[in-house]
């Protein structure tokens, strides 16, 4: 089978899976076209992450197991770029925390700088400790009271100083930039790292940011979440008032509701389709150019890269900073498909270990690769869970009182932990190099 075969053969497959989970009522299939759509903007957003982390894995060969930070400074910028601001919390203490944090920055700065100018040595030593130690407190002393002052304004509803309330499509660039300028600070410090070194500096990383996010509740409300963002689609009530809307609908035999849902969840499949198909295209023409071929190389061998010239540090941190935006950019899509920001919800096993799974399983250095991979695990990770329950309720009914009912009462929660391990030990043995392999 060719590899153009190949890549028409298992895109078949996988609009067959969309399309019967639209149509057929039966086993784990829902026979909705509302969930069907649901699943495949999900399966597009991860596929834009899935990119993201190809660039960074299949052409330099960096380790990054941070992903999850990445997506959440994208959600974040979301709310900072979107959301209206809020008056009240920004004359309470705005002014005072913009101000602590630019006398943290300068702390930092002049530490470095001082690290710079002075002979190493204890006085070195001991002039860099002064100079952070007193920049800290002297940030505390200032930053804190002005995020009691903004978190004390109506912290039911706000207690944030809100965002800039510009037009929501703004925030996944944004959320690029956002990501990218994260990228930079961390590859500066852990790309001089051995690889598995740099996997343990990325995951520690991302677990700050998250922290960071669920915390600081004056930057985006922490646990308390945002709800309410903007969207780039129509609003549901006003479709469903529409008169021309509601007649549109009852020609198609459907409700006014059931047609405003499908038509906004259409909006975001076109919208991120545009995305996605323009980081596809971009990617591909990377690949393919002289840029794309030394990475390549620098991947392979770095020694004989190095021999040849090629600056291996830098040309990884600028890889790392380009996937990381893509990351960033796809975090963005996903808190505006949601409508709201949740920083608990994000965690490791989906947003970096899925992630992986999707990139091994597609083909790792391969871009059509990596997104057919995002849409076959994506569309699996929400299934399988349909599987497991189908299984207990098997059990409970034609297995009553035996040690597989029991069994399955237990482990059919750990259904979709269970087959990501069986897909990946599978494609590992018998395709090692993933569905479809780099070319």
């Not at 996937?323 to 608990?344: E, F, H």
Request: net charge positive; aromatic share 10%.
């Amino acid at each position: 089978m060719t590899y153009q075969t190949r890549v028409l053969f298992y895109a078949a497959i996988v609009a067959l899976l969309f399309i019967v989970e639209g149509t057929v009522d039966a086993w784990i299939f829902s026979g909705s076209w509302d969930t069907s759509l649901a699943v495949l903007n999900m399966a597009l957003v991860s596929a834009i992450m899935a990119l993201g982390v190809n660039l960074q894995w299949g052409y330099a060969g960096l380790f990054n197991t941070g992903i999850m930070g990445f997506v959440a400074l994208g959600g974040l910028a979301v709310v900072l770029t979107s959301m209206p601001p809020v008056p009240d919390a920004w004359s309470a203490g705005g002014p005072r925390i913009l101000f602590g944090l630019a006398i943290g920055a300068a702390a930092v700065l002049l530490a470095i700088f001082v690290r710079g100018k002075l002979p190493a040595g204890r006085a070195r030593g001991l002039a860099t400790l002064a100079v952070l130690v007193g920049g800290f407190f002297l940030f505390r002393s200032i930053f804190d009271g002005g995020v009691a002052a903004v978190e004390a304004v109506n912290p039911s509803v706000t207690g944030y100083l809100g965002g800039l309330g510009l037009p929501v499509m703004m925030s996944w660039i944004v959320g690029g930039i956002f990501a990218a300028g994260a990228a930079w600070l961390i590859g500066k410090t852990t790309l001089g790292l051995r690889s598995d070194y740099l996997a343990i500096a990325t995951l520690g990383i991302a677990e700050i940011l998250v922290a960071v996010m669920k915390n600081e509740g004056w930057l985006a409300r922490g646990a308390n979440n945002v709800i309410g963002l903007p969207r780039p689609v129509p609003d549901p009530v006003m479709l469903q008032q529409d008169p021309a809307f509601v007649e549109q609908a009852a020609s198609f035999g459907l409700s006014a509701v059931e047609a405003s849902t499908l038509y906004i969840k259409l909006g975001y499949t076109l919208f991120f389709t545009i995305a996605l198909v323009v980081i596809l295209v971009l990617a591909q023409l990377a690949r393919h150019s002289p840029w794309g071929r030394m990475m390549r190389a620098i991947r392979d061998n770095e020694t004989a890269a190095r021999a040849m010239g090629k600056n291996v540090t830098r040309r990884h941190l600028q890889i790392f900073v380009i996937g990381s935006a893509v990351c960033g950019i796809a975090g963005a899509m996903m808190t505006t498909l949601d409508g709201q920001l949740v920083p608990t919800g994000y965690n490791p096993l989906r947003y970096t270990f899925l992630i992986w799974v999707m990139v091994i399983v597609g083909g790792s250095g391969n871009n059509i690769g990596s997104v057919l991979g995002a849409f076959l695990i994506w569309f699996f990770w929400i299934k399988v869970e349909s599987i497991g329950q189908w299984f207990s309720m098997l059990a409970q009914t034609g297995f009553a009182g035996t040690w597989f009912a029991d069994q399955m009462k237990e482990a059919g929660a750990h259904m979709r932990l269970f087959s990501m391990g069986i897909v990946l030990l599978l494609v590992l043995r018998f395709n090692p190099r993933g569905l479809l392999p780099e070319r």
